[in-house]
């Protein structure tokens, strides 16, 4: 069985200051993990993805996530948030054995940068 | 490229009766998906196709539920005898066959049925 759990449903952080969104996952096999956000009255946006290789993924808008094979984590963050950056993050997970873009999501975190 | 579309935006319908809804994907991607998305959860997925061949189908997708994709082109989801546990946002998703870009789904904005 494969799954996401996003512990937070909110996070409110000061605009300039670090970000870190979390998500820890679980698969029978080795995962491929993503990150998409979703803004109000728009589609989900792909952000940044771990396939292989470095733990450290960077992604979309200055954003990067380091995927932890021993706690199974891979927790989105950013050195300095803005306010735009405000919106619905989606961690996501598949193992590498099922179906290429049949992605298991978590329930969301809210970000909210306040100015 | 301009987008995957999806129509319409809203459907507000009575239970029992039948819906369509119809998604266009980004124009050379070959497979598409189906996923829903009910409040305060993430996206569940539905069903898969390459190009024309639904080739996986989730135990979410009751014998109500049909999807086509005629020709590898748009596709249309339509649901019959519609119940209120139905109203979800429906989210439409393609991605290309190209290399290191196949597991990017660029996602549509959704219909968003209500079911009274």
């Known amino acids: 069985a494969q799954s996401v759990a996003q512990p937070e449903d909110q996070v409110n952080v000061a605009e300039g200051n670090p970000l870190t969104v979390k998500c820890t996952y679980s698969v029978s096999g080795n995962p491929y993990l993503f990150w998409y956000v979703q803004y109000p009255n728009r589609g989900l946006q792909f952000l940044l993805k771990?396939?292989?290789?470095?733990?450290l993924v960077k992604g979309s808008y200055g954003f990067e996530a380091e995927f932890n094979k021993s706690q199974t984590s891979f927790h989105l963050k950013k050195p300095s948030a803005l306010v735009s950056d405000s919106a619905l993050y989606f961690c996501a997970v598949r193992d590498r054995g099922s179906t290429l873009g049949r992605l298991y999501f978590g329930r969301g975190t809210q970000l909210t940068v306040w100015p | 490229d301009t987008g995957v579309s999806q129509d319409p935006r809203h459907k507000i319908t009575k239970r029992g009766q039948n819906v369509t809804f119809r998604c266009d994907p980004i124009?050379?991607?070959?497979?598409l998906y189906w996923y829903r998305q009910t409040l305060g959860q993430g996206p569940e997925f539905l069903t898969y196709f390459q190009n024309e061949a639904q080739l996986e189908k989730s135990r979410l997708l009751s014998d109500r539920f049909s999807a086509e994709r005629p020709k590898g082109s748009f596709s249309t989801l339509e649901i019959q005898r519609t119940e209120q546990g139905d109203s979800a946002m429906y989210l439409c998703a393609s991605s290309s066959r190209g290399q290191g870009i196949r597991e990017k789904l660029f996602f549509g904005s959704g219909t968003q049925l209500s079911v009274l």
């Open positions: 124009s050379e991607h070959n497979r």
């Open positions: 771990y396939i292989t290789g470095d733990n």
